[in-house]
C-alpha cells in the first residue's frame, strides 16, 4: 500500500455560513492523502497517483463557493475516487484559519476519512 500525501496546502476561499463569509472570504488549509495498491514496481507516473492532478483537483473545488466546509470534502473526495479508481482509502482535513468566532484564537476544520 502507498499513500500520496498533500500538505498544508492555503487557499483563500469563500466559505462559510456567517454574513459575509462569501463575499471577504477566508484563510484556509488542506491536508490530503490517498492511499493505493500498486499493481507492481512503479516505473512510470501512470502507475502512480499524480500528486500535481490532485492538487488541481482540490484547488478548482476549494474555489467554488460553499456554506460548509464538509460539502467541500465530500466533492474532493468524490472528485479523486471518480478519476482515479484504484484508491482505497482518502482522508482529507479543511481548517480554517480564522473563523469568526468572537475572542477566538486558532483553527476551526474538520476531517473526512474514506474506505473503499
Not at 502507498?2 to 484563510?27: M, N, S
Not at 466546509?69 to 473526495?77: G, K, P, R, S, Y
Request: aromatic share 8%; proline share 4%; glycine share 6%.
Amino acid at each position: 500500500m502507498i499513500a500520496v500525501h498533500l500538505r498544508e496546502l492555503k487557499f483563500h476561499a469563500h466559505h462559510g455560513l456567517y454574513p459575509g463569509e462569501d463575499k471577504v472570504g477566508g484563510q484556509f488549509e488542506v491536508n490530503l492523502s490517498v492511499w493505493y495498491q500498486p499493481a507492481g514496481r512503479i516505473t512510470s507516473i501512470n502507475q502512480t497517483i499524480n500528486y500535481v492532478l490532485l492538487f488541481e483537483i482540490v484547488k478548482q473545488r476549494m474555489m467554488q463557493k460553499s456554506s460548509l466546509i464538509e460539502t467541500v470534502a465530500e466533492d474532493i473526495c468524490d472528485t479523486i475516487k471518480a478519476r482515479f479508481p484504484v484508491i482505497t482509502e482518502i482522508k482529507i482535513d479543511i481548517d480554517k484559519c480564522s473563523p469568526p468566532i468572537e475572542n477566538f484564537t486558532g483553527k476551526t476544520g474538520i476531517t473526512m476519512h474514506k474506505t473503499f
